[in-house]
T-cell receptor, first 116, second 115 residues
Framework: AQTVTQSQPEMSVQEAETVTLSCTYD???????LFWYKQPPSRQMILVIR??????QNATENRFSVNFQKAAKSFSLKISDSQLGDAAMYFC?????????????FGTGTRLTIIP | DGGITQSPKYLFRKEGQNVTLSCEQN?????MYWYRQDPGQGLRLIYY???????QKGDIAEGYSVSREKKESFPLTVTSAQKNPTAFYLC??????????????FGPGTRLTVT
């Protein structure tokens, strides 16, 4: 079974600075998908960014980018130019590519605080 | 607007009562999921369904039941057999397909409190 580990329960960053959230995972599959979801105080889960394991290029979405290290099974999220609206819980998630097994396995989350 | 609705937002029940949480989507997604969220534990999968009239147990299915009679609806029943039912419950849906990184879209959640 796959496992996802987020070792930083809480992080804080000054507004406009850069912060990196860590995520490691364990799997025996060679192909898979990784996601970062954001959960603001409203508790609505919002997809931030996704990465296909077969792609060597790191995904980027505006101020959000990932550092995907397949050999190390590491998938960190970098938030540049942090804004007050980035304050939320961030969850890393793993998904198998196999049809019928598309469930997400989540880490325990990192609470990000933005300091004005 | 397309999306997922969950009702009610807050639900209170007495211990020993069954309760059903609603989840409806108009995204035309084949797959639907139920997750439970507890403090410090992230989200854990309860049940999922890839197609109408079919569903599979997730990691923590004991004490829960589901049905999938319509593509748009995937209600979750929390039975009296669930030992710790108080939690935040999230419903999600996605396109079902092999080899694609389809994202799961989430509803706003239902906070269930059992006393």
């Amino acid at each position: 079974a796959q496992t996802v580990t987020q070792s930083q329960p809480e992080m804080s960053v000054q507004e406009a600075e850069t912060v990196t959230l860590s995520c490691t995972y364990d799997t025996s599959e060679s192909d898979y998908y990784l996601f970062w979801y954001k959960q603001p105080p409203s508790r609505q889960m919002i997809l931030v960014i996704r990465q296909e394991a077969y792609k060597q290029q790191n995904a980027t979405e505006n101020r959000f980018s990932v550092n995907f290290q397949k050999a190390a099974k590491s998938f960190s999220l970098k938030i540049s130019d942090s804004q007050l609206g980035d304050a939320a819980m961030y969850f890393c998630a793993y998904r198998s590519p196999n049809f019928g097994n598309e469930k997400l396995t989540f880490g325990t989350g990192t609470r990000l605080t933005i300091i004005p | 607007d397309g999306g997922i609705t969950q009702s009610p937002k807050y639900l209170f029940r007495k211990e020993g009562q069954n309760v059903t949480l609603s989840c409806e989507q108009n995204l035309n997604h084949d797959a639907m999921y139920w997750y439970r969220q507890d403090p410090g534990q992230g989200l854990r999968l309860i049940y999922y369904s890839q197609i109408v009239n079919d569903f599979q147990k997730g990691d923590i299915a004991e004490g829960y039941s589901v049905s999938r009679e319509k593509k748009e609806s995937f209600p979750l029943t929390v039975t009296s057999a669930q030992k710790n039912p108080t939690a935040f419950y999230l419903c999600a849906s996605s396109i079902a397909g092999f080899g694609q990184s389809y994202e799961q879209y989430f509803g706003p959640g239902t906070r269930l409190t059992v006393t």
